[in-house]
């Protein structure tokens, strides 16, 4: 009963690895097949309003790495002039 047993396994396993094989040629098949990208259309009001918001609209709060630069930068020793 366990060579049958064994035997039936053999067989499910060189199966299963013949299939395996078909399966990675169809994969690499289909990955070699080259097609243009489908162009997705552009909603024009919905791009508006993106750019509107990230170019026009104010910020309501400054990164705090580039506000202590432009601190740094700004401050000036006392008695100093600037014309």
Not at 16 to 28: Q, S
Not at 42 to 59: G, R, S
């Amino acid at each position: 009963m366990t060579s049958d047993l064994w035997r039936a396994v053999e067989r499910l396993r060189m199966s299963a690895n013949k299939h395996d094989f078909d399966r990675d040629m169809c994969i690499d098949g289909t990955l070699l097949q080259q097609r243009p990208r489908k162009r997705t259309k552009i909603d024009t009001q919905a791009l508006k309003k993106e750019l509107e918001k990230d170019f026009l609209t104010p910020q309501t709060s400054f990164d705090v790495e580039w506000l202590d630069k432009l601190q740094q930068y700004v401050v000036q020793p006392r008695g100093v002039r600037i014309c």
